[in-house]
């Protein structure tokens, strides 16, 4: 069997050294080769880590062990990898018996432009074209014979279908894959903070340090957030507020559980949304978090969706995994069995 080790920014040599074993090849790499498959793929590092190769480990389909080393590891822990000494032992009965993978969704997320916000997503290849010179077939529209075009015809199907392929590919290297939580609004802003912290700092107490800092000059955005339903895009929140999260995940910043119901196999994103409150309420729902006490306060909206977009106005950050990822407005949604993930007994 052939693995490739992924190291964090802090790994070292000898974390990679205790999950090496008989019969396997366990190579070190900082990116996925796209002409390579290996057999599994090692993670030594933490949320911002497992971040940064979450697309081609989906698109692979490669199965995918991490191991905690870093200043946030709250992926790990969500999937039942609390310590370096549990990831051994999942990687030893996985090198043994292979039977203790299990598939995961991921979240997505799509920066939204004025084209798509607009509704015009499906381009018509054949837009222009005068019904005169045009008849219909089950291929598509196609150029009547009597308008001396038949021998441009294999020409333009062959131009649309590039055209959709381009466009198709552009769509992927769009889409950002998430593994816990995706939000704006107070969060973004603090993760903002946090990146300028030391990592011993981050990974000690850090988010705390960084809510306090920027609590005081904050002010809630204005957040639109739309649901689908049966095809159709309805508002459900449209309000100043505090945050909005969307998790895939239940839990992030050290084991906030900001979206505490979620489940990573069920095809659904948990939504929080906070509304606007004093900053003595917002302290005290902060220390809620850790338990999902929060849930039922009179000030969180909490609810479940497979796909939605959110709008700030001002214009927001949002943050993934702790990561920047772009502005608002964007869609976030799910990809269902996107990971296949080794785990523990």
Known sequence: MR???????????????????????LF????????????????????GTMHRHLGGL??????????????????????????????????????VSGDNTHCIDLGTIEPLDERSQSGDEDHVPWQGESLESLHFVPDGPQRDPSS????????????????????????????VFFGAIAGTGLDA????????????????????VALL???GG??????????????RWETRVDQPGFLIAAGNGPQYGHGMRLTHEARMDDGLLELCFVRTLSKPRLLRLFRAVYSGAHIGM???????????????????????????????????GVRRNALRVIVGG
């Not at 693995?3 to 090849?25: C, Y």
């Not at 904050?218 to 095809?231: A, C, K, N, Q, W």
């Not at 700030?312 to 702790?322: K, L, S």
Request: contains cysteine; charged residues 25%.
């Open 3 to 25: 693995a490739v080790a992924l190291l964090g920014p802090v790994a070292k040599g000898h974390d990679v050294r205790q999950f090496e074993v008989a019969g396997v090849n």
């Open 28 to 47: 070190t790499g900082n990116e996925l080769d796209p002409t390579d498959q290996p057999d599994a793929a090692l993670i030594f590092g933490g949320d």
């Open 58 to 95: 989906a698109l692979k389909q490669i199965p995918t062990l991490i191991v905690p080393l870093g200043s946030a590891n709250d992926f790990a822990h969500s999937i039942g990898i609390e310590s370096v000494e549990q990831a051994l032992a999942a990687w030893r009965r996985f090198c």
């Open 148 to 175: 001396g075009a038949r021998e441009e015809l294999g020409g333009r199907i062959m131009q649309s279908q590039l055209r959709r392929l381009a466009d198709a590919e552009r769509e992927a290297a769009r889409t």
């Open 189 to 208: 802003a603090v993760n903002r903070r946090t990146l300028k912290q030391s990592r011993w700092l981050r990974a000690h107490g850090g988010y705390v």
């Open 213 to 215: 800092q920027v609590l």
């Open 218 to 231: 904050f002010r809630p955005p204005h957040i639109t957030l739309s649901v689908e339903v049966d095809g």
């Open 298 to 332: 009179k000030e969180v909206e909490y609810f479940r969706a497979a796909r939605v977009r959110i709008q700030t106005d001002p214009v927001a950050e949002v943050f993934a995994d702790g990561e920047y990822i772009c502005r608002s407005p964007v869609e976030i």
